[in-house]
């Protein structure tokens, strides 16, 4: 197989990323090996690349370790690097990061007979020099490595460091052992933190560093998200993240854990600038980041937070694209926008596809002068205050909404600007009072159609394409929209505590995290505790869950519903209603009368369906997320539409 010629030399002549993102060198791996360093939390394997002719060492960026722990990954593996970049330690030493590459081949040998880059140097004519600052210049500060070994000390330093190194030190690391007095620290040595204070020196977003942990940044909030919660194998908590850009241009994503979404959450504002240092940087997983810079950065208890508003403002640079234009684009790219906010539309709650919870959301549809409009759907905050921020038709840039291909063409969040100081955001709102307002712009959603709705009438389908699409045996989810009678409304529930009534008893605390959602169990002195929030409450608050049987003339399926759901089928009904009749007058009456008027009742059904093990077996299960009656004047003109349409 041809390795790219040159390739080391080329790279190592880089500083950062690749200016040019279509150079994807084709090198052999001539080593793969797990680093030895039990201070790091995450397994690190060092590389070396070779291009037959000069060889240089590396590092797997962490996404990319499942690589070598399944087996593609070994020895004289021929790679196509697609994405990489150079970290410096000084010296003139550089490491190669993969952060994304595809396994070409195999061969049985190395090629050629490569020398250490270091060694040798590069290929003469090819490369730039050894000495090469980062990119961006800045103050970035490296560690105190003078070699391949040193790679360990620059994690270790990366990881256990969290000293806030403030003022002159020696920004570009002079590496001569003993001579920089922030090197070779071990991670359990005193962390030291100073107040800033004026003439700090910071280091752009773009040069930030693996290698480099004593950084400040100045930066602007251009989004802050809402708290959330999360759980997994090894806990639970919150988190809250944050997008920084600064002067640079490059923007970096962020996020708190616990304790520090405590003390930093409300302190923190969008729009403002701070400097943050004391941050730990790792490389940024890019499916589920869209920020310029390679990292991400997460900020604990200690780390050290000021609004600086003294300084120059950090601009925020766009580049629009046309809402005409959204057409001719990919779904699943991130797109900045300038429009009109023509319409606010109401907030609705809907289940998250991806982790079950609820979200609020808000659908604004937004033109431009391209004649053409889009829905966007806000989240979150963001949903709860739309009709505020957006009224009065504001012209508004997003910055990074995502566009999709649900419903036609659709954007979700971004972060917003109302009537920004641009230009180009005074000429459109010239243009939309002149004459934008009377146009009919073409519209590129069709209504209802995005951030998760698919209940379009032409969308539609039957019950029946549950299994005759073999729905719910990919990995995400499947959805589809039905016209369905519940045809049968099962009454018991399974285990049949607390009355019998098919409903749980949830956690009566209403806010985070609970929600009213997770189980509370009673207790010996008739109290109720919450495992999730570990409170006791002397109440409970019943929610429904029910299984029944829907049916069109295609077929029948079984479907679970919630709480919200079944709420809507007993005309505002709740389950501690209906328990507390039953314990009241010890009659089942009004439970058995909710159930009997609410059979035979029809309605729009949204569903997801999916598989889930249940012991050794496998079972498609399906849940209602969505339902509204249905609307029979408008059924009827649909019906009509569509029979004109054959
Ligand atoms: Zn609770």
Request: proline share 2%; net charge negative; hydrophobic share 30%.
């Amino acid at each position: 197989m041809t390795l790219t010629t040159n390739a080391i030399s080329k790279i190592f002549g880089m500083s950062g990323a690749p200016d040019d993102p279509s150079f994807t060198p084709i090198v052999q791996l001539i080593h793969v090996k797990k680093i030895d360093n039990k201070s790091t939390a995450d397994d690190r394997y060092r590389t070396i690349l070779s291009d037959g002719d000069r060889h240089m060492s590396g590092m797997l960026a962490t996404q990319l370790n499942y690589l070598v722990e399944n087996g593609t990954l070994e020895n004289n593996d021929i790679l196509k690097l697609d994405k990489f970049m150079i970290n410096e330690l000084g010296s003139g030493t550089k490491v190669v990061i993969i952060t994304s590459c595809e396994k070409l081949g195999t061969e049985s040998n190395r090629l050629g007979n490569p020398q250490d880059i270091l060694k040798v140097g590069a290929v003469a004519g090819v490369g730039g020099g050894v000495n090469q600052s980062a990119a961006g210049g800045g103050g970035g500060m490296y560690g105190n490595v003078q070699n391949q070994c040193g790679m360990n000390q620059g994690m270790n330093n990366n990881q256990g460091g969290m000293s806030n190194n403030q003022g002159g030190g020696n920004p570009y690391g002079n590496n001569s052992a003993g001579n920089n007095p922030y090197g070779n620290k071990s991670s359990g040595s005193p962390i030291v933190r100073t107040a800033p204070t004026g003439g700090q020196q910071i280091t752009p977003i773009s040069a930030l560093n693996m290698y480099s942990n004593r950084w400040v940044i100045r930066a602007k909030v251009t989004n802050k998200s809402d708290v959330r919660t999360w759980q997994n194998a090894k806990g639970e908590g919150t988190l809250f993240s944050i997008t920084l850009l600064d002067s640079s241009g490059y923007d970096v994503k962020c996020t708190f854990f616990k304790e520090s979404v405590e003390k930093f959450y409300d302190a923190i504002e969008e729009g403002k600038v701070y400097t943050f240092s004391g941050g730990r940087l790792k490389v940024a997983n890019m499916q589920y980041n869209n920020c310029k810079s390679q990292f991400e950065i997460t900020f604990d208890n200690n780390s050290e937070i000021h609004l600086d508003e003294e300084g120059d403002a950090i601009q925020e640079s766009y580049d629009f694209v046309k809402i005409a234009d959204l057409e001719n684009m990919e779904p699943g790219s991130n797109v900045d926008i300038l429009g009109v906010v023509k319409s606010v539309g109401d907030v609705a709650t809907i289940i998250s596809k991806k982790s079950g919870k609820e979200m609020t959301k808000c659908e604004l549809v937004l033109e431009d002068d391209s004649a053409a409009e889009v829905r966007l759907t806000v989240w979150g905050k963001e949903a709860e205050n739309a009709a505020q921020k957006f009224a009065h038709c504001p012209v508004v840039a997003f910055k990074k909404s995502r566009l999709s291909d649900f419903g036609g063409r659709s954007l979700s969040g971004g972060g917003a600007s109302v009537n920004p100081a641009m230009a180009n955001a005074e000429q459109l709102h010239q243009w939309w009072g002149a004459n934008g307002n009377k146009t009919q712009a073409r519209n590129l959603s069709s209504a209802g159609g995005g951030g998760g709705n698919r209940d379009t009438f032409e969308s539609r389908k039957e019950v029946c394409s549950i299994k005759q699409e073999h729905l719910g045996n990919n990995d995400k989810p499947d959805y589809l929209t039905f016209k369905a009678t519940f045809n049968f409304i099962k009454r018991e529930k399974a285990g049949g505590d607390d009355g019998g009534g098919c409903w749980y008893t949830a956690c009566a605390n209403s806010g985070e995290p609970c929600k009213n959602m997770y189980k509370a169990t009673q207790t010996s002195d008739g109290n109720w505790h919450c495992d999730k929030c570990q409170q006791t409450y002397p109440n409970c608050v019943r929610r429904f869950i029910v299984s029944a049987c829907v049916a069109d003339d295609s077929a029948t399926t079984w479907v679970s519903l919630y709480n919200e759901q079944m709420e809507l089928m007993f005309n505002g009904v709740t389950a501690d209603q209906l328990y507390t009749e039953f314990a009241d007058t010890g009659s089942k009456d009004s439970y058995d009368s909710a159930f009997l008027k609410a059979t035979y009742t029809e309605w729009i059904v949204t569903c997801k369906v999916k598989q889930e093990l249940v012991g050794d077996e496998t079972r498609t299960k399906t849940s209602v997320v969505r339902m509204s009656p249905v609307d029979y004047a408008k059924e009827s003109k649909n019906l009509l539409n569509a029979l004109a349409a054959h």
